[in-house]
């Protein structure tokens, strides 16, 4: 399945990730919006570390992470549309240092808030891709 990335409309949204993040066992986040494109990635219960997450179609239009059949299965996902792939950020003190991990996105299902982090393999995808050009 090809993954197609959507412009993100959410405000406040609570997503269910049944693995947790990799490192972190929380399993529900509320992902609010912060600027365009933009979201925090908060722990539901504040159990946790909060993420800076970027809509990966803002940031990286030519990024096309291939979602495999299996991950495509457990998220619900029929078409690529119902998908929304945000990238987990790194926010630097200069801004333009700053990268997003583009190795192991987020996929949301946008129907039904079912979202996991996938490891992609075989890929050619950077883990800190700078987030703003130089």
Known sequence: MTQQ???A?????????????????ATEYEVRA????LFDLAPVGDSGPSFVTADAAAFFPDYHP??????????????AEDALVLVVVTIA???TRSTANLLAPLVVNTR????????LTGQDHPLRAPLVAA
Do not use: N
Not at 34 to 37: D, E
């Open 112 to 119: 039904t808030s079912d979202a996991e982090q996938v490891v």
């Open 9 to 25: 409309d959410l405000d406040v949204r609570r997503i269910h990730l049944p693995e947790g993040l990799v490192g972190f066992p």
């Open 34 to 37: 912060v600027a365009t494109g």
């Open 93 to 95: 003190e200069d801004i």
């Open 5 to 7: 990335t959507q412009e």
């Open 66 to 79: 291939e979602i495999d059949d299996a991950t495509a299965g457990r998220l619900h996902l029929s078409t």
